[in-house]
C-alpha cells in the first residue's frame, strides 16, 4: 500500500513562502509611506532601534562617546537623526559593539540605516547559503519573519546571526578563524556564553582561547578609543538593564523566554527566574551531550544556536534571526537522512515564531516562545541520539566515544 504524502509538500513550499514575502513587503511599504517627517503614526522614528545606533556613532563622532549613557543627551541626537522623533531609546551596549557602529554617522541617517541593514542581511544570507540550496529553500529564507522583524526593527541580529553562523560553520576545519568569529560575538556577551560549553565539550582548544584573546583585544581596542568612562557606565548600567527586564519596561511580550512569559503572567521575579533556570539547566544538558556524542555538525550548530535562546532571559524577538540557521541545518538533515516524526511541524512553527510572538489585544498571552524553542531543541536532541546509535552500531564504537579537533 502506497504511503501517504506528508501534507508540507514542494508544492506548499513553493506557494506559501512567496505570500508571506509579499505580505511582509507590502507592510514595510506601507510603514514607510504613511510615516510624516520619518516618523511613523506613534511618532516613533522609521528605523526603530537603530536611531539609538546613529545617535551612539553621533555622540563619539563629536567627541562626546561617554555621554551616550545619558537618556537625555542621548534622544538630543537621536532628534538630530529625525527632528520628528518622539521616542527615546537606551544604550545598552558594550565598547565592543560602539566600536563597530562608530562610522554611521558619517552619513545621513535615511543612509546609514540602509548601509548598515543591507550589508549585515547580505552577510547573513551569504552564511545560510552554505547550509541550504535550491530556488525553494532561498524562498523559504526570504520569506522568513525573523528577517523582517529585525529589518524593521533596525538591529544588530544579521550581524550576530552572521558570527555565531559562521563560528559554526567553520569550527571543524579552521578552529582559529572560529574562534576570531566567536571573539567578536563580544557586541553582545549573553549571545556567546553557551559557546565555551559546546567548545570545551569536544576539547576545541585553538578555538576557545583564539575566542577569548579576541574578545579581550576587542574590547580593549573599544575601551581605549572611546574611552574607560564608556565600559564602566556600560558595566554599571547592567543593573539597570536587569530592572527594564524584570519589570516589563522591556515588553515580555517580545521576549520569547520562560522568564518572560512568567512575568508576563504575573509570576514573581524569583520564582520566575527559577523556571527559567531550570530550563535554562535542560538546555545546557543537552547541548553538552550532543557536543560529547554525536558527531554531525549540523546538529551539534543546531542545538548551540537554539539552546542559546532557552539560556539567556534577555533574548527579543528580533533576535530569532537566528533561529533560521538551526531551521536550515534541520531540514538538510532530515532531506538527506529522512524525517523523524513530527520534526516538519516543529520546523513549520520555528519558521513563524517570530509572527506567533506578536499580541493580539484581548487575547490571553501563550508561551510560544519557550514552547516551540524548546521543541526545537527536543527534535535536535533526538535525532543526535539517533545518529549517535547509527554511527555506533556502523563503526562499532561506543556511543560515548567522542572525537576532538585536532
Not at 524553542?373 to 541520539?385: H, M, N, V
Request: charged content about 10%.
Amino acid at each position: 500500500m502506497k504511503s501517504r504524502e506528508h501534507w508540507l509538500n514542494s508544492k506548499r513550499l513553493s506557494f506559501y513562502p512567496p505570500i508571506f514575502l509579499i505580505f511582509f513587503f507590502l507592510i514595510g511599504l506601507g510603514s514607510w509611506l504613511m510615516s510624516k517627517n520619518m516618523v511613523d503614526l506613534n511618532g516613533i522614528a522609521l528605523g526603530g532601534d537603530f536611531i539609538a545606533f546613529w545617535a551612539a556613532s553621533y555622540l563619539a563622532l563629536t567627541g562626546h562617546a561617554q555621554d551616550v549613557f545619558n537618556t537625555s543627551v542621548l534622544f538630543k541626537a537621536q532628534q538630530i537623526a529625525v527632528p520628528a522623533s518622539q521616542q527615546g531609546y537606551l544604550w545598552l551596549y558594550p565598547p565592543t559593539f560602539f566600536l563597530m557602529i562608530l562610522p554611521l554617522a558619517l552619513l545621513p541617517y535615511k543612509a546609514a540605516y540602509w548601509a548598515f541593514m543591507l550589508s549585515t542581511l547580505g552577510a547573513c544570507l551569504l552564511v545560510l547559503q552554505r547550509i541550504v540550496h535550491g530556488k525553494t529553500a532561498m524562498w523559504c529564507i526570504a520569506a522568513f519573519s525573523g528577517l523582517w522583524v529585525n529589518l524593521l526593527c533596525g538591529q544588530n541580529a544579521f550581524l550576530t546571526a552572521t558570527l555565531a553562523g559562521a563560528a559554526l560553520l567553520s569550527l571543524e576545519r579552521r578552529p582559529v578563524l572560529s574562534g576570531l568569529f566567536i571573539g567578536l560575538l563580544a557586541i553582545k556577551p549573553h549571545l556567546a556564553v553557551l559557546f565555551p560549553v559546546a567548545l570545551i565539550a569536544i576539547g576545541a582548544w585553538r578555538a576557545l582561547i583564539t575566542a577569548a584573546v579576541t574578545a579581550f583585544t576587542f574590547t580593549t581596542i573599544g575601551t581605549i578609543t572611546l574611552g574607560t568612562t564608556v565600559l564602566w557606565r556600560f558595566l554599571s548600567n547592567l543593573g539597570y538593564a536587569r530592572f527594564l527586564l524584570e519589570n516589563g519596561l522591556i515588553h515580555w511580550s517580545n521576549i520569547p523566554t520562560l522568564f518572560a512569559f512568567g512575568r508576563l503572567i504575573g509570576i514573581p521575579v524569583p520564582w520566575a527566574y527559577v523556571l527559567h533556570f531550570v530550563i535554562a539547566l535542560g538546555a545546557v544538558t543537552v547541548l553538552w551531550y550532543v557536543w560529547r556524542h554525536c558527531q554531525d555538525w549540523k546538529l551539534r550548530s543546531a542545538a548551540l544556536m537554539t539552546a542559546t535562546f532557552l539560556v539567556s532571559p534577555y533574548v527579543v524577538t528580533y533576535d530569532l534571526v537566528w533561529i533560521a540557521f538551526p531551521i536550515a541545518w534541520l531540514a538538510s538533515s532530515g532531506q538527506d537522512k529522512g524525517w523523524l516524526p513530527g520534526e516538519r511541524e516543529v520546523l513549520v512553527a520555528a519558521w513563524l515564531l517570530p509572527l506567533l510572538m506578536i499580541p493580539i489585544p484581548g487575547v490571553p498571552p501563550v508561551p510560544f516562545g519557550p514552547l516551540v524553542l524548546c521543541s526545537l531543541l527536543w527534535i535536535t536532541f533526538r535525532r543526535s541520539a539517533t545518529s549517535s546509535m547509527t554511527e555506533a552500531a556502523t563503526t562499532g564504537a561506543h556511543p560515548d566515544q567522542n572525537k576532538t579537533l585536532p
